[in-house]
C-alpha cells in the first residue's frame, strides 16, 4: 500500500503539541518507549544499554532550543534567549513521502483513520523512508532491523480491553502538562480542531509540503513585567514610616 | 492497493495490575504495574491517585529499566578489600545480621552516641527515628539538612507549614503564581499539572531563576536573577506593598502577630520579646476600647498601629509598626536593589504592582460559610488569588532561611495564606512550631542500654533548647541545634563523616547510613570525604571511622566504602509506609497516606531495608521492638505497619483502622489494613470538609478534623509569625542580656542573620572570597528525567543525559573564545574541576550551571567504565567545600546557613578558564571500582518485551 | 548523509555496468570480438555485483524480494524492477553475443533503454527527497545518467583497447559533460537557499532566531548518525579535487592520449589506468554525494 490512500477519508487522527506549556521533562518519550517497546511490533531495543556508546530507539523524543528574538529581550543580567522544549514524533502527514517512498510496501497510511503504520513483515530495513522523512520521525531498530515509528498507539486507542478514558496514546495520557491533545483533526467540531483554531496551531515544514497532520501550537504572547509597572499607582501614602502610619490609623479607622 | 493489514488492536496489556506507590522519587505517585508473565510490562499513572491523577513522569515510566537494573545487589556483602576497592564476599542474611549485631551491642551498651545513624533519600523517617530513638544514640538525621531545611524550617517557624509537603498553590483558583529557584521540586508531578492548567486559564506565571529551562521556559515572565539575592528582591516587593498600603489589614489583624507588641527595652533580657501575660499569652491592644487583652481573646480589634507605654511602663509598639519602619527603609526602594540582584528597577516594580494588583482588584469570593477559632462567623472565604512556591534556589544559600521567610511575610502581608487562590497547607499541616517536639541529645538524654529521652529532631523556641553542655560545645556528632547552626531542624547529615573523622566532638564506632550516596554526590568536597571514610589511624592501622554498615539497592559509590552492606529490595519488591506521621503527600484538600507493597518477589538474597531494621531491633532487644520476654514484636515491616501505634489508635497508616476498618486516623489496628490499601489502589485520601478547606490556620471546622484524624490532641492554630521571637532570643544571648550566653565566636554571626523580621545579608561564601577573583556564580539543577545519582543505571534514562556539560553565558563565552564542545578549568577558592562546556543565552549572564549528579565513578552502577557519566560526566561537588574560606583570625565557619545549618550549595563562587586541547576526560577522576559480589557484566543489546511482541 | 559504503559500492558499479550495457546495446562493440564478449560478462556483473552490494544495508535481505511490488509509487521499487528487467535482455544479449557472436539491435535497444532507465530510477531515489535539498533537482538523474555513460564509454574503450575511437570520442563527450553537469550540480548545491530552516521546522521563527539548546538524547542516535553526517568543508574541498582528477582529468588525459596513440597495448593500459581512476573518482564523487549532504532533519539538531 504504498499508494496513499485515494480518497482519504474525513478522519485524520493525530495529536496536538502544546509549546506554551512543555516543559521538556521527557515523560512522553519514556512512556512511548515503554508502551511500544512490548507492543506493537518488535521492541525498541538498546544497543550498548550500559556501555560508553549507548543508543536506541524511541519512537518520540523532546529538543530544546534557544531561540533569541530580533533585537533581544533583556532582562537585567539575564540572557536575551528564551528556552523552548519541542516534543517531536510523527506527524501522520497526510502526503507521506514515507509512504510513497517504500518499495516494499510496508509503510502505509490507513485509509480509516490516516494513521501512517508500518507493517513489519514486509519491512526490508532499507531506510528510505528515514530519508524522506524531514522530521525525524522514523527510526530503524537495530536489532530487528525494521523501521519503527510512532503508531499514534494504535493497539491502544481501539483497544476494547482499556477503559474508554483510556484509549489514547500513552504519551498523551501521561504527559504531566498536558501539553499533548489526541483527537480527530479531520473534525472541526473535534476539541482538538477547535484549539488549533483557537491558538492558530501551525504545521512543522509547511514547504516540505507533507501536510502534517499534527498540529503544534505556539507559545503564548508574553507581557512584559515593566509594562505593567505603571498600571497600579503605587505611592497611596506619602514614602517613609511616618507616612505609612498616618495612612494605617485612616485606615485602621475605616475599617 | 494492497490491503492493509490485520492489526491486533485490543491484546489486553498484560495479565494483572498492581497498583502501588513510585518510589523512582520522592513524589510518590500512584502507579498501575501492568503484569505479563511474572514480569512488568507497562507503568503507568493511577487515573484516581491524590498526586498525580494518572499521570507519570519520565523516571516513574522508565521504572521497569529501575527494576530490572544490572546494578541490583544480589546479597549482603562483607567487604574483603580495602575501602574503596569494591572487593565484597557474598554472606547469608543471618551472618550479616549477626555482624551488625555484634557491632552494634556493645555501642548501645558502654556509650550509644558512638552509633551515628543517617538515612538519606528514604521515606521512612517515622521508623528509622523510632528505631534510633530506642537504640539511645542522639546520632539521628535524614537528610533535610543538606537539602532543604531552610526551607522547612523557615516555614514552619513562620506559617507553621512550608512549601512542597507542606504545602502548594491554590493551582484551580491562583490568578498569579511567582515560582522561585525550582527546577524540579519533590511535588514534581503536582506542580506540572498546576502550571500548566494556571496556564491554560489564563493566569499570569512568573518565574525568578537564573536558568530558564524547564519550568522557567514555560513562564509568562522570567526573572533572571543573581543566585543568592532573592531574599533582597522580596524585600523591595514589600518595600513596595508597604509604600502604597497594599496589605490585608483585616487578615495581619486576625490571623498573624503583626498586632502583637514587642518590648523595647534596650539593654535587657526582654528586649525584643512579646509583651505576655502570666500565663504567658502574648498581648495585643484592643483597638476599641484600649485595652491589652490576650491576642486569642475573642471579640476584640487588635491595633495593628500600636505604640505606646504600658501601664507598668513598658514601651511596645506592634509587630507591623517595627516592620513599617523597617521596610520602608530606602535601601530596599527598586533602585537600591538593581545592582545586587540584576533586575530592572521597572521589572521589580511591575512584579509588586502585579501582585499587589491582583491580591487585592481580583479577589476571590467563596460563598462558604465558616467560623475562626474566636468563634467568629465568616459568610464567605475572601481570597487574594496571589500564590507562591519556592525550593532549593533559595533554601540552598547561606542565606536561605531568611530569604525563605521574607517570601513567607510576602505571602502574609497579602492575606494570601490557606484563602483560595493562594498557598495552602496540606494535612497534617498547618502546625506551628511550638507544637512540635523539642530536641533530644544533651548528655542528660543519652544513657546507655537506654533509649533516647525524646525525639532527636525538633524546633528549638530559644537557645535554652539548644543541644550543648555547660561550654556550649555540640553534643550530636552533626553538631546540630549548636550555637553553630541552633534551628538545625532536620539535622546536619552532610556534616557527619568530616566530624566522625575528625573525632570532633567525640569518635563514633559505627557510622549506620541508608540510601545516601555519601561517597560521591551527596557530599561537598567529595574528595576529601572520600579520603576521610579511607583514612586510617596511624597507630592501629584501623580505620578512623571504624565500621561503616550501609543499605543500598544498588551499587553506587558509596557501596564500595562500606565494611557491611545490606542490599535492600527495589521500590516494586517491598513494603513501604508513605505515612502522615513521616512526609505525608497529602493535598490540600485531603490527608492521603500510601503504601508499597511487594508487586513482585525479590529474585536475589535481598530484603527490605525497614524489615531489616526491625529484626536488628529485635536481635538487639531495643523496646518499641520486643515484647517483656524479649520475644520479637513484629515479623515484619508489613505486621510493624499494621500493628505499630505511636500512641493508642494512632499508627503509621491512617485509613480504614478499627478492627472492622471502619475508622479513619484514630483507631486499633485492623489486620486487613494493607489489604484494604492495596483494593483501594495503596492510597488512602479523606477530603476535608467544604467547610474547613481554607483558612486551616484559624478554621474551627478544620482543626476539628485535625484533632479527628489524630494529628494533635488539641487546636493547635497557628498565628503567623511574622516576628519571630525565637530568632530574637538567640540575638539578646548574642548580647549578653539573657541566658545561656552565646559564646563569644558566635555572637557577631547571631547578631548579622538572626534578625526577628526577615533580612537579606550577602551569602557568606561571596562575603568570603575575592569576587574580582572569582566573579561567577555556579550552581546545578535537577534535571526532570533523572534522579540524583541513581538514574544512570537506568538504560532508558541514561540515553537523555548521558553526560552533563557546563552550560556557560553567551557573554563569557564570547570573552573567553569558548565554543561548544571546548573544556574548561572551574576553579572556586577550593579546587579545580576539568569539563566540557556549552553555550546557554538564556541565564543570568553571571551564573553557568550544570545538570545534578549525572557524573559518576568508574566502575559504579554496573556502567561500563569508559561511559560518557565516568569519562565526561562531572560533580560541581568537588569545587564545593563544606567549611568556608578562613577568616584573618584563621576561624573556618561551616559552608552552612548559620540559623538552620542548612547547606549552601549554591553560595559557590568560580571563575573559568579555557583548558588545552588534549584529553577529553573531566578532572577529577579517581581509580575504577570493581563490580561488588556476583554481579554479572551486563547485557550489550537490550530487547525489552520482544518475547510479547505482537503485529 | 552517513556515505554507507555498501550503496556507494552499489551505485558506482552498477552505474558502470549499466553503462557499459548502454555500449553494447547500442551495438558499438562487436560481439565477436573477445572483447566484446568480456564486456558483456564484465556488465553484468558490476551490476550484479552493485546489486548485491545494495542488498548488505538492508535490515532483512531475506525479504529483498519484497521490494519489487511498489513500482507504482516507489522510485527504489522501480529500480528493483527495471533492474531486474534490464538483466533479462542484457542476459539474452550476452548469450547472444558469447554462444552466436550476435548482437540483436532490438534487444540491444531494450537493454539500451533498460539500463538508462534503471540509472534514471536510481538516481530519482536521491532527486526525488525533497528533504535533501542538494539532492532534490533534476541536474542529478542527469549527473548519474552521464556518469554512468561516461564510466560506460570509458570502460568499453578501455575494454576495445584503442580500437574504438567513436566509443573513446563519446566516452569523451560524456565525462565532459557529466564533468560540467556535476559542477552545475555542485554549484547549485552550494548557493541553494535552504528548503526548510530551523525556524521552519519549529515554528519558532516568529519569536526570532532558533538554535539547539540541548539534543533530546545526550549520544548519537540512528537519526543522526544517518542523516547528521557531515564531512568537514576542508576534507571536501580536498576530496573534491581528487574526484574531479581521478574522475574527470585523468580519464580525459587518458583518452587523449590514447586516441593519439592509437590502438595497441600501451593505450590499453593508459586506458586501463583511465578507467581505474575514474572509478576511484566515482567512488570518492558518490561518497561526497552523500557525506555533503545535509538532511532536512538536521535542522532539529
Ligand atoms: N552539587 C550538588 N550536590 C547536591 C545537590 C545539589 O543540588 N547540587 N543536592 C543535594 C540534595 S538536596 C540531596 S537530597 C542530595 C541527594 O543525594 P543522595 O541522598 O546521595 O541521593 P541519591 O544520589 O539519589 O542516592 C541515594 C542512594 O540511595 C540508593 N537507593 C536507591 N534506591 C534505593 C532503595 O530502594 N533502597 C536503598 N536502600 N537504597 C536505594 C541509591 O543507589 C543511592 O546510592 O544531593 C545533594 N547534593
Ligand atoms: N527529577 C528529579 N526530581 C527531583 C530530584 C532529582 O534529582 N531529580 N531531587 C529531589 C530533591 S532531593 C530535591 S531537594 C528537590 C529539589 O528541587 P528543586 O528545588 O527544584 O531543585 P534544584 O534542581 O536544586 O533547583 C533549584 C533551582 O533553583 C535555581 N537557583 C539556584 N540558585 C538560585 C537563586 O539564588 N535564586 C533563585 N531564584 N533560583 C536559584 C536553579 O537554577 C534551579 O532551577 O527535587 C526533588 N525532585
Ligand atoms: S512525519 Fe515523517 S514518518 Fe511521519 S508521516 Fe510524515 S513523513 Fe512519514
Ligand atoms: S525501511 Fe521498511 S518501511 Fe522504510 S522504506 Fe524500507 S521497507 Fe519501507
Ligand atoms: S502516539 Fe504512541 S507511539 Fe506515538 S509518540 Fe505517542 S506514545 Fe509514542
Ligand atoms: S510529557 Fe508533556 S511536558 Fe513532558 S516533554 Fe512530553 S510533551 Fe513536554
Ligand atoms: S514524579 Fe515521577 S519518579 Fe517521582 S514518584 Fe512521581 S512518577 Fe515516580
Ligand atoms: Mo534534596
Known amino acids: 500500500m504504498t499508494s496513499l490512500p485515494q480518497n482519504p477519508t474525513a478522519t485524520k487522527l493525530g495529536l496536538v503539541i502544546d509549546l506554551d506549556v512543555c516543559v521538556g521533562c521527557h515523560a512522553c518519550v519514556i512512556s512511548c518507549k515503554e508502551w511500544n517497546t512490548g507492543g506493537y511490533g518488535n521492541a525498541l531495543s538498546d544497543q550498548h544499554p550500559y556501555g560508553s556508546d549507548v543508543s536506541g530507539t524511541f519512537l518520540n523524543r523532546i529538543h530544546s532550543f534557544e531561540v533569541v528574538p530580533d533585537g533581544g529581550e533583556i532582562v537585567g543580567e539575564a540572557g536575551v534567549a528564551r528556552i523552548v522544549h519541542f516534543p517531536k514524533s510523527c506527524l501522520h502527514c497526510e502526503d507521506a513521502p514515507c509512504v510513497t517512498v517504500c518499495p516494499t510496501g510496508a509503510s502505509y497510511k490507513r485509509a480509516e483513520d490516516g494513521i501512517v503504520l508500518v507493517d513489519e513483515d514486509k519491512c526490508i530495513g532499507c531506510g528510505l523512508c528515514a530519508w524522506s522523512c524531514a522530521y525525524g520521525a522514523r527510526e530503524m531498530d537495530l536489532a530487528a532491523g525494521v523501521m519503527k515509528k510512532c503508531t499514534l498507539c494504535v493497539d491502544r486507542i481501539y483497544n476494547e480491553t482499556l477503559k474508554q478514558e483510556d484509549r489514547m496514546p500513552s504519551c498523551v495520557r501521561t504527559c504531566p502538562a498536558n501539553a499533548r491533545h489526541f483527537g480527530d483533526l479531520g473534525d472541526p467540531a473535534s476539541d482538538v480542531s477547535i484549539m488549533v483554531a483557537e491558538r492558530g496551531g501551525f504545521d512543522l515544514m509547511p514547504e516540505q509540503e507533507t501536510r502534517p497532520t499534527n498540529k503544534y501550537l505556539p507559545p503564548r504572547p508574553r507581557k512584559s513585567l515593566s509594562d505593567i509597572a505603571p498600571i497600579v499607582p503605587l505611592a497611596e501614602n506619602s514614602d517613609g514610616a511616618r507616612g505609612f502610619f498616618a495612612w494605617l490609623d485612616k485606615t485602621l479607622d475605616r475599617i | 492497493m494492497n490491503p492493509e493489514p490485520h492489526l491486533a488492536l485490543s491484546e489486553p496489556v498484560g495479565e494483572e495490575v498492581r497498583k502501588t506507590t513510585c518510589y523512582m522519587c520522592a513524589c510518590r505517585c500512584g502507579i498501575d504495574v501492568h503484569l505479563k508473565d511474572g514480569k512488568v510490562r507497562y507503568i503507568e499513572g493511577n487515573r484516581d491517585h491524590p498526586i498525580n491523577k494518572g499521570v507519570l513522569c519520565a523516571k516513574g515510566s522508565a521504572g521497569i529499566m529501575q527494576h530490572y537494573s544490572p546494578a541490583r545487589l544480589r546479597a549482603p556483602l562483607l567487604r574483603t578489600g580495602p575501602r574503596g576497592s569494591g572487593e565484597f564476599r557474598e554472606i547469608s542474611w543471618d551472618e550479616a545480621l549477626s555482624l551488625a549485631v555484634d557491632w552494634l551491642q556493645p555501642v548501645r551498651q558502654t556509650a550509644p552516641q558512638k552509633l551515628a545513624f543517617f538515612t538519606g533519600r528514604d521515606q521512612s523517617q517515622a521508623l528509622t527515628s523510632f528505631w534510633a530513638q530506642n537504640f539511645g544514640t542522639p546520632n539521628y538525621a535524614a537528610h533535610g539538612g543538606f537539602c532543604s531545611v531552610n526551607m522547612a524550617a523557615a516555614g514552619i517557624y513562620t506559617i507553621g507549614g512550608a512549601f512542597w509537603e507542606f504545602g502548594a498553590p491554590d493551582w484551580d483558583k491562583t490568578k498569579l503564581f511567582v515560582l522561585f529557584g525550582v527546577a524540579e521540586d ?766 | 548523509m552517513h556515505p554507507a559504503a555498501s550503496i556507494i559500492v552499489f551505485t558506482t558499479l552498477s552505474g558502470l555496468g549499466y553503462g557499459l550495457a548502454v555500449v553494447l546495446g547500442l551495438g558499438f562493440l562487436g560481439p565477436s570480438l573477445l572483447s566484446s564478449k568480456i564486456a558483456y560478462v564484465l556488465s553484468l556483473t558490476l551490476i550484479g555485483v552493485g546489486l548485491l552490494s545494495s542488498l548488505l544495508h538492508l535490515g532483512n535481505p531475506q525479504r529483498a524480494w519484497r521490494a519489487l511490488s511498489q513500482w507504482r509509487s516507489s522510485w527504489l521499487s522501480r529500480e528493483g524492477v527495471m533492474a531486474i528487467a534490464t538483466f533479462v535482455p542484457l542476459t539474452l544479449s550476452t548469450t547472444l553475443a558469447i554462444f552466436a557472436n550476435r548482437h540483436d539491435t532490438v534487444l540491444g535497444l531494450i537493454t539500451a533503454f533498460g539500463s538508462l532507465v534503471t540509472v534514471y530510477c536510481t538516481s530519482m531515489i536521491y532527486a526525488s527527497l525533497k528533504t535533501v535539498d542538494c539532492w532534490h533537482t533534476k541536474l542529478t538523474p542527469l549527473c548519474f545518467l552521464l556518469f554512468s555513460l561516461a564510466g560506460g564509454f570509458l570502460l568499453a574503450s578501455a575494454i576495445a583497447g584503442g580500437n574504438a575511437l567513436v566509443v573513446e570520442l563519446l566516452a569523451l563527450l560524456f565525462v565532459l559533460l557529466a564533468l560540467v553537469a556535476k559542477m552545475v550540480w555542485r554549484k547549485h548545491a552550494a548557493t541553494r537557499q535552504p528548503r526548510s530552516t530551523p525556524e521552519s521546522a519549529t515554528g519558532l521563527g516568529f519569536i526570532g532566531k532558533v538554535r539547539l539548546f540541548e539534543r533530546p538524547h545526550a549520544l548519537d542516535n540512528y537519526l543522526t548518525r544517518e542523516m547528521g553526517f557531515r564531512v568537514a568543508r576542508k576534507h571536501a574541498a580536498k576530496l573534491w579535487v581528487v574526484a574531479f582528477v581521478c574522475g574527470a582529468i585523468l580519464p580525459i588525459l587518458a583518452l587523449l592520449l590514447s586516441v593519439a596513440i592509437g590502438s595497441g597495448l600501451s593505450a590499453q593500459l593508459i586506458l586501463c589506468a583511465g578507467i581505474l581512476a575514474h572509478l576511484l573518482g566515482i567512488l570518492v564523487e558518490r561518497w561526497l554525494f552523500f557525506a555533503e549532504a545535509r538532511h532536512a532533519v538536521m535542522n532539529y539538531y
Open chain 2, 186 to 951: 519533590h511535588d514534581s508531578n503536582p506542580i506540572k499539572i498546576g502550571i500548566s492548567k494556571l496556564k491554560k486559564r489564563g493566569a499570569r506565571f512568573i518565574s525568578v531563576n537564573p536558568v530558564r529551562t524547564g519550568y522557567s521556559a514555560i513562564a509568562d515572565n522570567w526573572i533572571g536573577i543573581r543566585p543568592g539575592t532573592d531574599g533582597l528582591l522580596i524585600l523591595a516587593i514589600i518595600h513596595e506593598l508597604f509604600r502604597a498600603g497594599k496589605i490585608d489589614l483585616d487578615y495581619l489583624q486576625r490571623y498573624t502577630n503583626a498586632p502583637w507588641l514587642v518590648i523595647d527595652d534596650e539593654g535587657k533580657e526582654d528586649h525584643g520579646l512579646f509583651l505576655r501575660d502570666d500565663l504567658g499569652k502574648a498581648m495585643v491592644r484592643d483597638r476599641t476600647t484600649g485595652a491589652l487583652v490576650r491576642f486569642d481573646e475573642p471579640g476584640h480589634r487588635a491595633d495593628l498601629n500600636a505604640d505606646f507605654v504600658t501601664d507598668d511602663g513598658r514601651k511596645v509598639r506592634s509587630v507591623l509598626r517595627l516592620m513599617a519602619e523597617k521596610y520602608l527603609d530606602p535601601k530596599y526602594a527598586p533602585e537600591a536593589v538593581v545592582a545586587e540582584t540584576g533586575i530592572p528597577a521597572a521589572d521589580i516594580r511591575g512584579l509588586a504592582a502585579e501582585i499587589a494588583r491582583v491580591a487585592f482588584e481580583e479577589e476571590i469570593r467563596i460563598e462558604q460559610p465558616w467560623t475562626d477559632m474566636k468563634g467568629e462567623q465568616h459568610e464567605a472565604m475572601i481570597g487574594r488569588p496571589v500564590s507562591f512556591h519556592a525550593m532549593r534556589g533559595i533554601s540552598a544559600h547561606s542565606n536561605g532561611f531568611q530569604s525563605a521567610r521574607a517570601l513567607h511575610v510576602l505571602q502574609t502581608i497579602i492575606g494570601s495564606i490557606d484563602c483560595p487562590g493562594g498557598y495552602r497547607y496540606k494535612p497534617p499541616y498547618p502546625k506551628p512550631a511550638t507544637a512540635h517536639p523539642r530536641p533530644h541529645g544533651r548528655s542528660e538524654h543519652v544513657k546507655p542500654g537506654q533509649p533516647l529521652a525524646g525525639p532527636h529532631l525538633g524546633y528549638p523556641l530559644g537557645p535554652e533548647d539548644l543541644l550543648v553542655d555547660g561550654e556550649g560545645s555540640p553534643q550530636r556528632i552533626d553538631k546540630a541545634f549548636s550555637w553553630e547552626a541552633p534551628l538545625s531542624a532536620h539535622g546536619m547529615m552532610h556534616m557527619v563523616i568530616a566530624n566522625a573523622y575528625a573525632a570532633d566532638p567525640y569518635p563514633v564506632d559505627v557510622l549506620f547510613l541508608y540510601m545516601a550516596n555519601m561517597a560521591w554526590n551527596s557530599s561537598m568536597n567529595t574528595r576529601s570525604t572520600i579520603e576521610m571514610l579511607e583514612a586510617r589511624d596511624e597507630a592501629t592501622g584501623e580505620y578512623r571511622i571504624p565500621k561503616i554498615i550501609y543499605s543500598d539497592a544498588y551499587s553506587s559509590e558509596m557501596v564500595a566504602y562500606a565494611d557491611l552492606v545490606l542490599p535492600d529490595t527495589t521500590y516494586l519488591e517491598r513494603h513501604d509506609c508513605i505515612s502522615l506521621l513521616d512526609r505525608p503527600i497529602s493535598e490540600p484538600e485531603a490527608a492521603c497516606d500510601a503504601i508499597r507493597w511487594p508487586v513482585l518477589e525479590p529474585d536475589r538474597d535481598v530484603r527490605g531495608f525497614q524489615s531489616v531494621l526491625i529484626e536488628l531491633g529485635a536481635r538487639l532487644n531495643l523496646p518499641g521492638f520486643v515484647d517483656e520476654s524479649g520475644l520479637p514484636l513484629y515479623k515484619d515491616y508489613a505486621d510493624y505497619i499494621v500493628n505499630h501505634q505511636r500512641k493508642p489508635g494512632i499508627g503509621p497508616l491512617s485509613g480504614w483502622r478499627g478492627v472492622d476498618a471502619q475508622d479513619e486516623g484514630r483507631g486499633s489496628p485492623n489486620a486487613d489494613q494493607l489489604k484494604n490499601y492495596i483494593d483501594n489502589g495503596a492510597f488512602f485520601m479523606k477530603h476535608i470538609p467544604d467547610e474547613a478547606l481554607y483558612f486551616k490556620h484559624h478554621n474551627a471546622a478544620y482543626q476539628q478534623f485535625a484533632i479527628d484524624m489524630g494529628f494533635f490532641d488539641a487546636p493547635q492554630p497557628v498565628t503567623i509569625q511574622l516576628y519571630v521571637e525565637t530568632l530574637q532570643k538567640f540575638r539578646l544571648s548574642a548580647l549578653g542580656y539573657r541566658q545561656p550566653f552565646a559564646p563569644e565566636q558566635h555572637r557577631q554571626r547571631l547578631l548579622d542573620c538572626f534578625d526577628p523580621l526577615p533580612d537579606w545579608y550577602r551569602p557568606f561564601e561571596e562575603q568570603g572570597v575575592d569576587t574580582a577573583q572569582y566573579p561567577y556564580h555556579a550552581i546545578t539543577q535537577r534535571p526532570m528525567a533523572m534522579y540524583h545519582s541513581w538514574g544512570s543505571q537506568n538504560a532508558w534514562l541514561r540515553q537523555i543525559h548521558t553526560t552533563n556539560p557546563l552550560y556557560v553565558p553567551g557573554q563569557i563565552c564570547d570573552e573567553l573564545g569558548l565554543k561548544n564542545g571546548d573544556w574548561a578549568w572551574v576553579i572556586s577558592h577550593h579546587g579545580r574541576i576539568k569539563c566540557e562546556i556549552a553555550r546557554t543565552d538564556a541565564v543570568n549572564g553571571r551564573t553557568m550551571w550544570t545538570w545534578n549528579a549525572i557524573g559518576k565513578r568508574k566502575g559504579a552502577w554496573a556502567l561500563d567504565p569508559k561511559s560518557p557519566e565516568a569519562t565526561k560526566g562531572f560533580l560541581l561537588n568537588h569545587l564545593i567545600h563544606e567549611l568556608l574560606p578562613p577568616r584573618a583570625d584563621g576561624m573556618r565557619w561551616s559552608n552552612s546557613d548559620p540559623v538552620t545549618g542548612q547547606a549552601a550549595w549554591y553560595d559557590l563562587r568560580v571563575r573559568i578558564e579555557k583548558a588545552d586541547a588534549g584529553t577529553e576526560i573531566s578532572e577529577p577522576h579517581f581509580s575504577t571500582i570493581k563490580r561488588p559480589g556476583s554481579q554479572q557484566q551486563p547485557a550489550d543489546e537490550l530487547r525489552f518485551g520482544q518475547e510479547w511482541t505482537s503485529k
